[in-house]
C-alpha cells in the first residue's frame, strides 16, 4: 500500500507511471493506492483504490431542505453515485434560488418547498459562494413531503395531495 509522498523508486531505474510524480531522482507516489512494478519495462505507478471525481454541473443529488427564505432555499445535498462511484464534494449545502423550483412564475416559494421536504435535483451552477441546484426539470421535486401541519412524513402522487395522518391538503413541486 503506498500513501502520497512514499518513494517508489530512483528515477535511474523506473519510468514514473500513473499516480506518480518524479522529483530530485525520485519516484513518489500522489495518491493512495497499491504500488505497482513491471520489472520488464522498468515502470511502476500507483493503483488507486478509488479516484473521487468533484462534484460537477449536472449531476444528481438528494436533498433535505434545511430552511427556505423569500427567494432561496437552503439544501444539505448528497450526490448520487454514477457508475458505481459517488462524486466527492466539500461543501453539504446547496441553495435552490425560486427561478430553479418550475417552469413559469412562482410567487411564493412555501407553495411548492417546506423545511423538512426530501427533493430530487440537478447541480445547475458551482461557484466559490455556493453550489446550486434546479428542480425545473419533469424528473426533479419533492420526493418525500413533510406535512406542513402534523410533521408527518409522507408522498403525493401528483402536485396536490392531503397527508394521510391529519388531512392536511398542500402542493408541491413532484417529480413525474
Same mark, same amino acid.
Given at each position: ?55 460537477? &454541473? ?5 436533498? +433535505?431542505?434545511?430552511?427556505? /427564505?423569500?427567494?432561496?432555499?437552503? #439544501? !444539505? @445535498?448528497? $450526490? ?25 412564475? &412562482? ?5 411548492? +418547498?417546506?423545511?423538512?421536504? /426530501?427533493?430530487?435535483?440537478?447541480? #445547475? !451552477? @458551482?461557484? $466559490? ?48
Amino acid at each position: 500500500m503506498a500513501i502520497p509522498g512514499d518513494f517508489l523508486g530512483v528515477s535511474e531505474e523506473f519510468v514514473s507511471g500513473e499516480a506518480t510524480v518524479e522529483e530530485a531522482g525520485g519516484i513518489y507516489a500522489v495518491a493512495a493506492g497499491r504500488k505497482m512494478k513491471d520489472e520488464s519495462a522498468r515502470k511502476v505507478w500507483v493503483a488507486p483504490r478509488k479516484i473521487a471525481r468533484p462534484l460537477a &454541473v449536472g449531476d444528481l443529488v438528494y436533498g +433535505l431542505v434545511q430552511d427556505v /427564505y423569500d427567494t432561496v432555499a437552503l #439544501v !444539505e @445535498i448528497s $450526490p448520487v453515485p454514477v457508475g458505481g462511484r459517488t462524486p466527492a464534494w466539500d461543501n453539504r449545502m446547496a441553495y435552490l434560488r425560486i427561478s430553479e423550483v418550475k417552469q413559469g412564475y &412562482v410567487e411564493h416559494f412555501r407553495d411548492w +418547498l417546506r423545511i423538512g421536504d /426530501y427533493i430530487r435535483g440537478r447541480i #445547475v !451552477e @458551482i461557484k $466559490p459562494l455556493g453550489t446550486y441546484l434546479t428542480i425545473k426539470e419533469r424528473d426533479l421535486g419533492v420526493v418525500k413531503v413533510l406535512c406542513a401541519r402534523c410533521k408527518e412524513g409522507h408522498s403525493f402522487s401528483g402536485e396536490r395531495g392531503a397527508c394521510p395522518a391529519c388531512g392536511f391538503s398542500e402542493q408541491r413541486k413532484i417529480p413525474a
